[in-house]
């Protein structure tokens, strides 16, 4: 649905509106609506790789724009003019252009009208050439989802859209998945909300631009509550194991739950939508049960510790820490970070700021804007800085960067982070990375180096020797006493499904078969394991940015696709060719070697104990979501 000016809007709410927003999205706007060609003007035209896109426009050229839109929606308010059908793709394509200053190819304009949620063509994406089942065939089949966190809320809502049964299996007390999950201090997302949404139900209201865990948790529960998932969940009950039978052509599948009751279900579909970062993984670190004092992973946040005046140790440098030290520092006796590894860290100015109520007013209410404005994110924050990733032959410095434009983006975060620690030579010397940015996920600064320079402060570099009783060594041998130790050391993920037992048809154990080597198509599925699906699978995480939202609906839309076809057709059985998943695998391991990722110099939870890329996408956003906009059927073998 367009968006529509009320109204009941007056004048001067509608100025109050139009000074907070995005000009570059309000000019997109403006030419959609009519506004002759304002944007072929040089002095007008939005500079590329920032949100704001303003460098190039005068004070007196923003006022002009603004003018402008007043303008025009005080006509679409008062009825003088209407809104117009919505321009052809060579149109559009000249439009998003325009929007992000650079040249946008032909092949995002299908993926941008769905994903933007245009009209008909988004209501399509939603729908299959074979049209819905027929309710006698809906009534044989059912399905097991394995998680009711984002991709499990995505998969439920585009299978009960088609009336297809369904039961989520959910491990814990509510829905949510991560976001219930990590209630440390400062937990967030580190993609911008407007685009870290569901396209089939946007939020308008987010408080800020990076929204933090509360905001984003009742996000998603009322999409549960709104499309009638609770009902359909089993909470507090875990998968213990699942074996699929050829007799039947199902899934039995064993369940537990906390009272430690076994129950045995049976479906049509597996569909696993645990995610990849759920197992908190704590280091093996000599000593650590010696500990007297309290300790704990950043993803089980002990509560009862109210941290004010102690000594705290925090293990880990990664994302979870560079939330979490800035809010618990100023509570701190006594901060000791210990660092292995160096990130590189970008500084967002929008990362700390809220959403203005005109901000939130345009996107309810202005038609494209939303639509506009969650395009322009998606390039800057995904597939914009493509190109900087992959390794140049030619490239003289290959140890610091990738290619040319690489060590631009390497300068640029230098001269930043240099210009935020004050010149503080020793933290320079510890923080700045020696490898290229990108290679391991980007951080984004949450007051992380202002809190690197506070008093009360240590940056300790180095792996964790040992623990003792009283505190923290390190591999100097110099002790550390704390009475707090928190494991902000990540997650198990390069063992994919575990601890779940789950056999296929010839009763071989997944975990057994990939170990820390997973491995599917198109990040789906993968011979022998027939009616199974996988949602946020091996090669599906995305570190060069962009949307984990945006993969998921990708993802989903894929397997409903599936499904129906078998529905359409009479089939009971769908399982992967050996050939085209053996062609996918190699290659994505080729692509892979392009790419920052497999950087040399780099060791990160992104590749697995051969040194594999078994985490990430190498694949841009526009690409996978062609990969599976539609099933291509000769990769499968369907049966009766």
């Not at 007056?10 to 309000?26: C, Q």
């Amino acid at each position: 649905m367009i968006a529509q000016i009320p109204a009941t809007i007056s004048d001067e709410e509608l100025r109050s509106a139009i000074r907070e927003a995005n000009l570059p999205t309000l000019l997109i706007v403006l030419t959609q609506l009519g506004e002759g060609d304002g944007l072929l003007d040089i002095d007008e035209r939005p500079s590329r790789g920032t949100i704001d896109g303003t460098h190039r426009i005068t004070e007196a050229g923003k006022a002009n724009i603004r003018d402008r839109a007043f303008s025009v929606l005080t006509k679409l308010r008062d009825g003088i003019i209407q809104l117009p059908h919505l321009p052809d793709h060579g149109r559009l394509q000249q439009l998003a252009g325009l929007l992000v200053g650079e040249s946008v190819a032909p092949e995002y304009i299908p993926m941008l009208l769905e994903d933007m949620g245009l009209g008909a063509y988004a209501e399509h994406a939603h729908q299959t050439e074979d049209g819905p089942p027929q309710t006698s065939t809906t009534e044989q089949l059912s399905s097991l989802i394995i998680g009711c966190g984002v991709s499990g809320i995505c998969m439920a809502v585009h299978l009960s859209r088609l009336g297809l049964p369904y039961t989520i299996i959910e491990k814990n007390a509510s829905p949510g998945g991560t976001w219930f999950e990590n209630t440390y201090p400062g937990c967030g997302v580190d993609s911008p909300n407007h685009f870290y949404s569901f396209s089939f139900e946007p939020n308008h209201d987010w408080p800020d631009f990076y929204s933090k865990r509360k905001e984003l948790y009742d996000y998603l529960d009322t999409i549960v509550d709104k499309y009638d998932v609770r009902p359909h969940v089993r909470f507090n009950t875990e998968v213990v194991s699942a074996r699929y039978q050829s007799a039947n052509r199902c899934w039995h599948v064993k369940t537990k739950d906390d009272q430690g009751m076994l129950t045995d279900l049976q479906a049509t579909f597996l569909i696993s939508a645990v995610g990849q970062l759920n197992r908190p993984l704590i280091p093996d670190i000599a000593g650590k049960d010696t500990f007297a004092g309290t300790q704990f992973h950043s993803a089980r946040w002990d509560h009862d510790e109210d941290l004010i005046n102690a000594r705290i140790g925090v293990i880990g440098t990664g994302a979870s820490a560079m939330q979490i030290v800035p809010e618990i520092a100023p509570r701190a006796k006594q901060l000791t970070i210990f660092q292995r590894t160096r990130h590189w860290v970008r500084f967002l100015d929008d990362y700390h700021r809220q959403v203005g109520r005109g901000k939130q007013w345009l996107l309810h209410h202005v038609p494209y804007y939303r639509n506009w404005y969650r395009f322009k994110l998606f390039w800057v924050y995904g597939d914009g800085i493509w190109e900087s990733l992959h390794r140049d032959s030619s490239w003289p410095h290959p140890a610091r960067s990738m290619n040319a434009e690489n060590d631009r983006h390497r300068e640029l975060f230098t001269h930043k982070l240099t210009a935020a620690l004050e010149g503080n030579t020793n933290l320079i010397e510890k923080v700045i990375p020696d490898y290229p940015p990108f290679a391991k996920r980007m951080l984004i600064d949450n007051n992380w180096c202002k809190t690197l320079k506070r008093k009360n402060v240590e940056l300790v570099t180095g792996p964790v020797k040992r623990i003792n009783k009283k505190g923290i060594v390190d591999s100097r041998d110099i002790e550390y006493p704390v009475d707090v130790i928190i494991y902000a050391t990540g997650f198990e993920a390069t063992h994919f499904l575990k601890p779940m037992d789950i056999r296929g048809r010839s009763g071989e154990s997944l975990t057994a078969l990939w170990g820390d080597d997973a491995r599917t198509h198109l990040g789906m599925t993968l011979p022998d394991f027939p009616n199974f699906f996988v949602l946020y699978g091996p090669n599906t995480n995305l570190a060069h940015g962009g949307s984990h939202i945006f993969h998921v609906e990708c993802q989903s839309r894929y397997i409903i696709k599936c499904i129906t076809h078998m529905m359409a057709n009479d089939y009971r059985e769908i399982e992967v060719r050996r050939e085209p998943y053996e062609d996918y695998n190699r290659r994505l391991d080729e692509k892979h070697e392009q790419l920052v990722w497999s950087h040399p110099g780099v060791d990160s939870w992104y590749k697995n104990s051969r040194g594999r890329v078994v985490s990430v996408s190498p694949w841009r956003l526009v690409d996978y979501f062609h990969m599976t906009r539609e099933p291509n059927l000769g990769d499968f073998q369907l049966a009766r």
